[in-house]
Every structure is written in C-alpha cells, then in structure tokens.
C-alpha cells in the first residue's frame, strides 16, 4: 500500500513489474480466493483445483508483463483459469468428482464462533448447491461463477467467455432457470 491508501490492480501490477514483493503478496491475497472458487466449481475437487491454482497464479507472474489494461486484472486473471481449466481437461481427459465436505469445515467451526450444527447446515447447504452447479454445463458454471460469487458484469463476464454481452445475458436466463429447475425451491440467491 502506498501510504496507507489501498493501491488498485493496475498499480500493484505496475510495483510488481518494478520489484516490489509486497505488492505481488497484496495483488495474490485479493484473488486466490475467488480464483480457488471458480476452479473448486469447474473441476470438483479439492486437491486438483488447489495444484491448479498454483499453476495459474504462477502463470500469471509469469506473464504479468504482458497485462496491458484491455481488461480489468481480475477478468486478465479469470481468464487465465478459464483456460487453465481448459487445458487441464484436454491433457489430462479427467472425469469430474463429487467431494465430501473438507476437513476445512471443521477449522470454520473453530475460528466462526457460530455452533458446529449451524456451520455444518451452512456448509451443507453450500455443499448441495455447489454439487448442482457442478453437474450444469460448463457455460452455465462459467457464468453462474463469474456473475453472482465473482460479481463481473455482463461485459466482463463476456470478454472471459469471449462471447457478447447478449449471448451471456441469455446464457445466464437459461443458467438460472436450470439452477432453480434442478435445485426446486432452495434456490433463490440466483434468481
């Protein structure tokens, strides 16, 4: 941070291109969360979207250089998993699979303060629509993801699908309406 005053994407990026290490820590600590989400979604499990997760903030160190600002970092960023993602599949020609709730729930537990029975109902509920929009087809994950956990906007969202923005409003009418189809009436956040 620069005295203080909280530094925007583009900014870091430019203190990292100039070797600061603590711009780089700041720059990772605000996405590897969501970026871990995104590939949690996309390939069900755990281990394999933590190694991929690696490999993606890696990548993008990598190639930061080359972050020209067409784009916001985080949908650079988003886009970089994507097709990370992508290429995970295609080399690797792996199956999806559904996980059990991770030992993480129990920490939750511990640091939350919240009772281990609300935490675990919580967790179950994440857990179950999770799982639904796991089994939905890749465009209908992508943009489930990417609109309401992400908060990209249409345009955003886009420009990773690289698709227009009408095809993505579209896309996320028929995403909802599967979600709430498969789902029945537990599901309102993406209404």
């Known amino acids: 941070m620069k005295g203080g005053v909280k530094m925007t994407d583009e900014e870091l990026v ?12 700041e720059l990772h600590g605000r996405y590897v969360h969501g970026i ?20 993606v903030m890696h990548k993008a160190a ?21 097709y990370a993602v992508i290429d995970y599949y295609r080399t ?6 559904s996980t059990a709730v991770e030992d993480s729930t129990l920490e939750e537990v511990a640091e939350s303060g919240e009772s281990a029975e609300r935490t675990v109902m919580r967790q179950m509920e994440t857990e179950s629509v999770m799982t639904t929009i796991s089994n939905l087809p890749e465009s209908y994950r ?10 990209f906007s249409i345009k955003e969202t886009a420009k990773v699908m690289g ?17 709430v189809d498969r789902m029945g009436n537990e599901v309102t956040a993406y209404e």
Do not use: C, P
């Not at 690797?92 to 699979?97: Q, T």
């Not at 992508?142 to 992400?150: A, G, K, N």
């Not at 009408?166 to 979600?179: C, D, F, I, W, Y």
């Open 163 to 179: 698709k227009t923005s009408m095809s993505v409003k579209a896309l996320q009418k028929r995403a909802r309406a599967e979600l």
């Open 142 to 151: 992508d943009v489930l993801h990417l609109r309401f956990v992400e908060g």
């Open 36 to 55: 871990f989400q995104y590939l949690y979604i996309q390939m069900n499990d755990y281990h394999d979207a933590q190694e991929l997760l690696q490999d």
């Open 62 to 82: 990598r190639k930061l250089a080359t972050f020209k600002g067409d784009s916001t970092f985080k949908t650079w960023l988003f886009a970089i998993a994507k």
């Open 14 to 25: 430019q203190a990292i291109l100039d070797g600061d290490d603590e711009a780089m820590k």
């Open 92 to 97: 690797r020609n792996k199956k999806r699979r």
